[in-house]
Structure formats: C-alpha cells, structure tokens
Nanobody
Framework: QVQLVESGGGLVQAGDSLRLSCAVSGGTISNYGMGWFRQAPGKEREFASAIGRSTSSTYYADPMKGRFTISRDNFRNTVYLQMKNLKPEDTAVYYC?????????????????WGQGTQVTVSS
C-alpha cells in the first residue's frame, strides 16, 4: 500500500523560498500522477500543482504560476514543490497526493492516497 510523507514545511518570511518534499513508499512513483494541495485555516482544500504519471507534464493553479515548481525524482521516489516569493496568503497545510490516472488532475476526489500534510507559515 502506497504511503506519502511530506516534509520541508516551516516558518518563513514573505519573499522567502521553501522546498517541500513528498516521499513515496510502498509503490513506485512512476506509477502515479502526483499533486500538491493546500488548506488554509477556515478554508477548503485547494489544488496547487500536479505532475503527470508517465511524463513530467505539469499543471499549476493560477496563484502558483511563476512561483511554484513541481518536480519528481523517480530514483528517490520523491516529489518536490519548490516555492519562491512566498506570500502570507500561502500560509496553509500542504498535502501531497497520488492518483493512478494519467491526466493532470486538479480535483481532490481524483486522488486516492494522501499524506498527513506539512505546515507552511509565511509571516509578513
């Protein structure tokens, strides 16, 4: 059974950068499309970025375009989310998720496995 563990969150200042990692175990990452979502206090979980299962095609939500970069390392079985120019509104718990679909999925119900999340706090 595939499991996901996020890491790399923390407290940073506005304008800083942060790289989140999502380590995949119990399965081969190349068999999954991967996504990052986030949930801010009092808000619904929202899509941030996705990377394709069999290719490295990527997709970003509009607020993340130009600031976030998703990537995968099949050798390390890890997915990354590089975030730059962070803003206070980026404060949230960030989750990675896995899907067996081949498309770039932005809907959370398309993902079957989720990590526990990592907190990112951006101070102004």
């Amino acid at each position: 059974q595939v499991q996901l563990v996020e890491s790399g969150g923390g407290l940073v200042q506005a304008g800083d950068s942060l790289r989140l990692s999502c380590a995949v175990s119990g399965g081969t990452i190349s068999n999954y499309g991967m996504g990052w979502f986030r949930q801010a206090p009092g808000k619904e979980r929202e899509f941030a970025s996705a990377i394709g299962r069999s290719t490295s095609s990527t997709y970003y939500a509009d607020p993340m375009k130009g600031r976030f970069t998703i990537s995968r390392d099949n050798f390390r079985n890890t997915v990354y989310l590089q975030m730059k120019n962070l803003k206070p509104e980026d404060t949230a718990v960030y989750y990675c998720a896995a899907t067996s679909n081949y498309g770039l999925e932005s809907r959370s119900d398309k993902y079957h496995t989720w990590g526990q999340g990592t907190q990112v706090t951006v101070s102004s």
